[in-house]
């Protein structure tokens, strides 16, 4: 017997285009297909002609005239004679450092309060509920023009260092904190590849060391798995790993001869060392304290997800608090806190173009803001200023799913 | 057997003892301090601490705040006033608070508008946030955009009624043909909307001057209104797209998918301010020649694509999180789909979904700030801009960024305490 309510066979009829549940859907999909195609035809002739009316056309021609404009943090060179295309490029590396500098302190801080914030003390705790209230609550632009103010009308300006008996000191004779900026005291080698100036092959060495060290630390600890395995006597690690880290790094930089510049007072501004602007403060700090109290909260949720009775049967196995917080309640918490976390970085990275509020060159500021402005090309930056964050958040989301793979309950 | 005792020996108590009080360390406040603040040296250490940095805060914001001046023309008169000692120059607020409510063009007389659909604003959405009340407000709230468009924009009655009527109308069309199947009612519905709003738009030109009310163009508001105006019409209408948005990423027909799809991976995707580009610079293009569509319709047009692509992702949440057997049993009772999604799916999964709604909300209501990158005058603009660029006040930084704060914290704040205690009312497991 025949479950089915569909005639069998016959002959096609119209309606059946409507009421069958054979052709239904793919009825619906192809008027869906004809709206789209309609609305996407009605807004390119609108495009057509109003580019037309307005004399323009679609060109990336522009990306490879001069910029015209100066960038005052660039990590790479870059004159006003440089392309468009290398201000954008400028633009990029500035957001990736914002948004990378603004990860790490937005963990620390949220860690810190997330874990605090579950303190047996009631003062400690409560601080932190506030804390995590009045970052959350109040937009973070507003925070970015708060700190922004800050750096600019509360620190006092270079002049004030001067003197014999002067108004503002420099913090330990290293860091000036002036309103055009914080000089922090740069390295450079002075027996170094390069000479004087410095290459980049020297950090590049310096990067290859610690890397080497941080295979040589995973080799000691699978070597400290194993014979623990086979003996049951856990070898002490410890000193082996910090001799790992630290003897090659310490030579590398001893014959390479690090020394560290610090910024003087030359003239009417600081010069030497490594000038860190205040936007890039503003704007870093700001992302910091407001992610911050994101990431606290969902710290403080996965600490809390991790059931009182896996510690306790931890507990009652002979585990030690520290081994029962590294192989027990850590792994179980970080499988909760780490997708929620990795979007917090989405964020930091989507918030970062609030840089064009406080005049720092991020891709926003450069390609969407003085660019388009000076070439009129709208449509092509904003175009290529989507792509950039597209592809970007496409990447962390890919990354996202690897790593949820990875962590997935393993069920049998 | 107390008999025995009575003669061994020589005492013996028949009543209990009172019990006594227990030991002062053990109980009120002290046994409180004990435990919750200094329970070991590390934690005591902490405690202290604490107290330090809250000394600090309060000793730089008290005097500040207490010894305010809310009675001055400019800042070198609040300065003047202080002589030296620590205060806030408050008056910048009695004397600006128009512009940061406002915007700095909004006509003074007409300041009773806003504020009277400010007013309607909590009439109109306390039925959908407190079930308890009567459900005849909810015609408030069905009126209240016609009203508070009538009242903020003025011009005349006759608009926003045509438009109510078009709606009015193609609702009646919806109820006729629904029982016929849901597609020929919404479709039908519509076109009767479009005839209605078609046939009054030709015919309010000749209307314009009847009830009207003297029309203030959307370039001439700002101020905290223009986060509440953007806040409240982007939240409510990107709702039903993400709804839609979220049924037609979890559809069976791979096209309708695939758009649902690629439209909110776009959009999440990029930052809200790129968007805000677009509305500024780009969409203009993309409307008919000589529409002239404004600036606000535009940046309300991007952020409802915005929100409703967030909005769409946590309801997809909340239709994941249903239990197939809720949509076997719509199926076993014979329901279609329309029906199942609206008697069974939807009422479910909406209700799973509303703290993760109200977070948005709340995200899309600090973001209207943002607005200020692209040159429009809310209170971050008129903060930045107008005011602290005039004469008098060029300066005073603390008092106006301390009011923003202010006004967002209070809305964010009992937006996300509401959220908790409908999350508390909503639990209908567990009990």
Request: net charge positive; glycine share 8%.
């Amino acid at each position: 017997m025949s479950t089915t309510t569909d005639p069998q066979g016959g002959t096609f009829r119209l309606s059946m285009l409507l009421n069958d549940t054979r052709y239904r859907s793919l009825t619906m999909q192809v008027i869906a297909a004809v709206v789209l195609a309609l609305a996407i035809g009605y807004l390119y002739s609108n495009l057509v002609t109003n580019l037309r009316a307005a004399g323009l056309n679609i060109s990336y021609a522009f990306l490879g005239n001069p910029a015209g404009y100066d960038i005052n943090q660039t990590l790479i060179d870059y004159s006003s004679q440089s392309t468009n295309l290398r201000a954008a490029v400028v633009g990029i590396l500035n957001t990736l450092l914002v948004a990378f500098l603004a990860c790490v302190t937005a963990t620390i801080f949220g860690v810190i309060a997330g874990v605090l914030r579950l303190s047996n003390n009631w003062l400690v705790s409560k601080l932190m509920a506030v804390y995590v209230e009045i970052f959350r609550n109040i937009p973070v632009l507003i925070w970015i023009v708060i700190i922004f103010t800050i750096m600019i009308a509360v620190l006092p300006g270079p002049r004030a260092f001067r003197g014999d008996d002067p108004e503002s000191r420099m913090l330990l004779d290293l860091f000036a904190f002036t309103n055009r900026g914080v000089y922090i005291p740069g390295p450079y080698f002075t027996r170094g590849i390069g000479g004087e100036e410095g290459s980049i092959l020297n950090w590049l060495m310096v990067i290859g060391v610690l890397i080497a060290s941080l295979f040589a630390t995973r080799a000691v600890t699978a070597r400290a798995n194993a014979t623990q395995a086979a003996t049951g006597v856990r070898p002490n690690t410890l000193w082996t790993n910090l001799a790992i880290w630290f003897v090659p790094l310490i030579a590398l930089l001893f014959v390479l001869g690090l020394t560290w510049e610090v910024p003087a007072l030359k003239g009417f501004n600081f010069s030497g060392g490594i000038k860190v602007g205040g936007p890039l403060i503003a704007l870093w700090f700001a992302l910091s304290i407001y992610t911050g109290a994101f990431i606290a909260e969902n710290v403080r949720a996965g600490i809390q997800a991790v059931s009182k009775g896996q510690t306790e049967a931890a507990g009652a196995l002979g585990l030690r608090p520290n081994r029962i917080m590294s192989l027990v309640v850590l792994p179980q918490a970080l499988r909760v806190i780490i997708p929620p976390l990795i979007s917090q970085y989405l964020n930091i990275t989507k918030n970062s173009s609030l840089a064009i509020a406080v005049g720092y060159a991020d891709i926003t500021a450069t390609l969407g803001g003085i660019t388009l402005n000076q070439t009129g090309r709208a449509i092509e930056c904003v175009l290529l200023l989507m792509l950039f964050y597209l592809v970007i958040s496409l990447l962390i989301s890919a990354f996202m799913n690897v790593y949820n793979n990875a962590m997935k309950l393993k069920e049998r | 057997m107390s008999d025995t005792h009575a003669e061994s020996v020589a005492f013996v108590r028949e009543t209990s003892l009172p019990p006594a009080a227990p030991p002062v360390a053990e109980t009120g406040i002290v046994k409180w301090v004990r435990e919750n603040l200094f329970a070991t040296w590390a934690n005591g250490l902490l405690t202290v601490a604490s107290l330090y940095v809250i000394y600090l805060i309060l000793r730089a914001t008290m005097p500040w705040l207490f010894n305010g001046v809310w009675n001055a023309s400019s800042l070198a008169e609040c300065r003047e006033i202080l002589q030296g000692t620590t205060g806030g120059c408050f008056a910048v607020l009695t004397e600006r608070w128009n512009q940061l409510l406002f915007g700095f063009t909004y006509p003074t007389e007409l300041y009773w508008r806003p504020l009277v659909a400010f007013v309607l604003m909590f009439v109109a959405l306390a039925p959908v946030l407190f079930f308890d009340l009567p459900r005849k407000l909810l015609i408030v709230t069905g009126l209240f955009p016609f009203i508070a468009y009538w009242l903020i924009w003025g011009g005349s009655i006759f608009v926003p009624v045509f438009v109510l009527v078009g709606f009015v109308v193609g609702y009646l069309v919806y109820v006729r043909f629904e029982k016929v199947s849901f597609a020929a009612g919404f479709f039908g519905g519509l076109a009767a909307a479009v005839v209605v709003w078609t046939v009054s738009g030709a015919i309010t030109p000749s209307l314009e001057n009847v009830l009207a009310l003297e029309a203030v163009p959307s370039r001439d508001m700002g101020g905290y209104m223009l986060n509440m105006m953007l806040g409240v019409t982007c939240v409510s209408l990107s709702l039903p797209i993400g709804i839609a948005l979220a049924l037609g990423r979890q559809s069976s027909m791979p096209l309708i998918k695939w758009i649902c799809v690629i439209f909110i991976e776009f959009v999440r995707g990029v930052p809200l301010i790129t968007l805000l580009f677009v509305a500024n610079v780009m969409l203009a293009y993309f409307f008919p020649p000589g529409s002239g569509v404004d600036l606000f319709l535009r940046v309300v047009i991007m952020i409802t694509l915005f929100s409703s692509a967030y909005i769409a992702e946590v309801i997809r949440g909340g239709l994941a999180a249903l239990p197939k057997g809720q949509y076997e049993a719509a199926d076993s009772l014979g329901l279609d789909y329309p029906q199942a999604m609206r008697l069974i799916i939807l009422p479910q999964a909406l209700k799973i979904s509303i703290p993760g709604i109200v977070n948005i909300a709340v995200g899309l209501f600090k973001d209207t700030t943002l607005v200020s990158v692209i040159s429009m005058f809310d209170i971050l603009g008129m903060i930045r801009g107008p005011i602290l660029a005039s004469t008098e006040w060029n300066g005073v930084y603390w008092e106006l960024l301390g009011f923003a704060c202010v006004v967002f914290f209070v809305v964010c704040y009992s937006i996300s305490q509401y959220s908790q205690w409908l999350e508390r009312r909503l639990a209908t497991d567990h009990r």
